[in-house]
């Protein structure tokens, strides 16, 4: 590709920039604030910070938190809903679930309200027939209303739509033509699966989040275009692909979860390079912490994620789960006495109290500064603000030093964090000690080690540039189109050729996606997978198979061996059901160079990284070295404990662990191994 090419992932605190030019080499990287108000204006300060002329720039990959912070903070737009007769209450009813496993508390909020979810008569069976045909006027009476109304966005959700999408399809039709602008959802274009309930929450959450998506991207694309960037901005989905700007809020809800799965996607391609296929990613950044399990290099997608209670997304993305932990997260004592940490967090502004902005409550961040894991002397007069305020607000309460006060910050805090490693790993039936921890984030780092020990994880892997691996992400991301069709119908019964016939279909029109973003890539490859059960139940198995093409008793043997696999019993009495057809098409792209991350030229020996000593707390008192990671040779080998510091980052190497770099610039931390 002739031009630079760049990475851009908007964080919660952070925007961080990436830009890579394939001509030479060379690396310019950039970390600013997020501008929480109009998350483009911190976009654009990134170019600027990294010196980037946009005249320059070929291609522009971002990663957004627009929709995912929207579905969270139910921060959505007023949204129409029009339905089946009889079925208005769907996103409601839901899934025999409760918020709490264990009472009767909690609260639920649809997406759309109830008076603003209609029905029309219409009706298809599950087998795609028409019961009552559409009712065309009071369809446009339904439109007229939520007009009236004020809704900005639609959607059209009717009964076995996946069967039979007729209905569904006139009814948008004639919706367009009546709706003041383009937001109207039509839930089998979103997702033709059966499941009213997560195939109607999920258009919903589409249409809900399409407004925002739409005017956001259309401002920071034309804000890049009046900069001199002269071709098409891509946005990284959930799914770990990327599509084309002009396309993506048509299909909103694909971006949910985007900037952690740009995280992921990253840590597999590092991984690959560096030898370690097999990795739970551990990305904590200044609001949140998220994890995900990576295996034989590949980013695990699922479509059966569910972001927060009653809210099932079942499109498919990257299974990152999340925790409100990060280095913002706000530590108190509460009305019982006991030390809380997170999820509330300070975020951008005011931040931390050691960020000198304001902030008043007392984060991780602030713990770590105490703790000697961060220079204070960068800190000025914040950092005796911040002592201030955890020997008020933590150590006078609970009867505690300094010290120990902000130890049990970060101890409290890096449990929650374990909690969500072994949600991934020992609750999917996955041993922690057969994988590696990679690490990331601008926070993750200064913990990945006692992570590390704590889960019985051998080995660390922190990237050349972990504060900024979301933005790499970015860059290294593929071109990725994923189709769903629902068959539903027993294995012994079910249509074969039809079968491969739909899968072929899908593998067309994933191919037709790509190829029209016009962008050089190595190859294009399809994976299949099919979703099934046993006859009688609810879950689903996802099968993983070599093509599109296998027959009746491949399918029932690699079932039955998937099954066994995960539940440890067979089930010969009970017939197959083949629910849904899955392809994935990958535009693979030419790889880059990530050993030149840091610059090679910077590299010295360990005595010239050496900046100096200082205190650091490890139970007691440390006197530690510290290094910058800029100048570290890329065969260093220290003994912890250690510091390194570097731009986006700050490694700690707790007493007894071993540090050892590698060619690519990465730093690879044994646990215990120095010991």
């Given amino acids: 590709m002739a031009g630079l090419v760049a990475g851009v992932d908007v964080g919660g605190t952070f925007t961080d920039l990436v830009i890579f030019d394939p001509a030479t080499g060379g ?10 108000d109009n998350q483009a204006f911190g976009v654009l300060a990134g170019f600027e910070a990294a010196g980037a002329d946009l005249r320059d720039v070929a291609l522009v990959v971002h990663g957004t938190t627009t929709t995912t912070n929207a579905v969270l903070e139910r921060n959505l737009c007023r949204t129409g809903l029009i339905t089946t007769a009889g079925f208005r209450d769907v996103l409601e009813l839901g899934r025999r679930t409760r918020p709490q496993a264990y009472g009767m508390t909690g609260r639920f909020t649809p997406v759309i309200p109830r008076d603003l979810r209609l029905e029309v008569p219409e009706r298809m069976d599950a087998q795609g027939r028409v019961i009552t045909p559409l009712d065309e006027t009071a369809l446009r009476d339904a439109v007229a209303r939520l007009i009236a109304a004020g809704c ?8 076995h739509s996946y069967a039979n999408p007729a209905h569904e399809a006139r009814a948008a039709e004639i919706a367009r033509r009546l709706w003041p602008n383009s937001h109207v959802t039509a839930g089998h274009q979103i997702l033709s699966e059966s499941r009213e309930y997560e195939r109607g929450v999920t258009a919903a959450v589409n249409a809900a989040v399409q407004p925002l998506l739409d005017r956001y991207v259309s401002r920071l694309s034309a804000e890049l275009a009046h900069r001199g960037y002269g071709a098409d901005l891509l946005v990284m989905n959930g799914n770990g692909g990327m599509v084309p700007a002009a396309q ?11 900037g952690p799965a740009s995280g992921v996607i990253a840590a597999c391609y590092t991984g690959r390079a560096a030898g370690f296929p097999d990795l739970v990613t551990y990305d904590m950044g200044g609001t949140s912490t998220d994890v995900a399990m990576i295996r034989d290099g590949r980013a695990p997608v699922s479509n059966e994620i569910e972001v927060e209670y009653a809210m099932p997304i079942h499109v498919p993305m990257v299974d990152v789960r999340t925790v409100g932990a990060g280095g913002g997260s706000i530590a108190r004592v509460d009305a019982a006495g006991m030390l809380r940490v997170g999820p509330d967090s300070a975020g951008a502004a005011p931040g931390p109290i050691c960020y000198g902005r304001g902030g008043t409550q007392v984060t991780i961040s602030d713990a770590n500064l105490i703790l000697g894991r961060l220079p204070p002397d960068r800190f000025g007069a914040a950092a005796d603000a911040a002592r201030a305020a955890m020997i008020e607000q933590i150590a006078h309460p609970l009867g505690l030093t300094l010290e120990q006060a902000a130890a049990a910050v970060l101890r409290i805090a890096n449990t929650h964090m374990a909690g969500a490693i072994r949600m991934v790993s020992i ?3 996955a041993d922690p000690r057969d994988f590696a921890l990679f690490a990331f984030g601008g926070a993750g780092p200064l913990h990945a080690a006692d992570l590390a020990r704590e889960l019985a994880i051998p080995r660390v892997l922190i990237p050349a540039r972990p504060g900024i691996t979301n933005a ?9 189109h994923d189709e769903v069709r629902t068959v539903n119908r027993p294995l012994d019964v079910v249509d ?3 079968v491969h016939a739909i899968w072929r279909g899908q593998e067309a029109e994933g191919r037709a996606r790509i190829a029209a973003a016009g962008l050089p890539l190595d190859h294009i490859e399809a994976e299949f997978s099919a979703d099934m059960q046993f006859i009688g139940q609810t879950h689903l198995l996802r099968i993983p198979l070599p093509d599109g093409r296998p027959d009746r008793a491949a399918l029932q043997q690699r079932f039955e061996a998937a099954y066994h696999a995960r539940f440890g019993v067979a089930l010969p009495q009970i017939r197959a059901n083949l629910v849904n057809l899955n392809c994935s098409v990958i535009g693979r792209r030419p790889g880059l160079d990530l050993a030149r991350l840091i610059d090679p030229a910077g590299r010295g020996s360990l005595a010239d990284a050496l900046q100096g000593h200082r205190r650091v707390w490890f139970d007691q008192p440390v006197d530690t070295p510290v290094y910058r990671r800029e100048t570290l040779p890329l065969d260093a080998r220290i003994a912890g404990p250690a510091i390194i510091e570097q731009m986006d980052t700050t490694t700690l190497l707790p007493p007894g662990d071993l540090l050892q770099g590698d060619a690519m610039g990465n730093l690879i931390l044994t646990i215990g191994g120095a010991a």
């Fill in 27 to 36: 690396v310019r990287l950039a970390k600013v604030p997020t501008t929480l």
């Fill in 152 to 159: 900005e966005s639609l959607v059209i959700h009717f009964l």
């Fill in 248 to 258: 993506v809020s048509r299909e909103a809800v694909k971006t949910v979860m985007s």
């Fill in 427 to 429: 609750s999917m039936g």
């Fill in 472 to 480: 790499l992400g970015c860059t290294v991301a593929d071109l990725r």
């Fill in 496 to 498: 074969m050729d039809k």
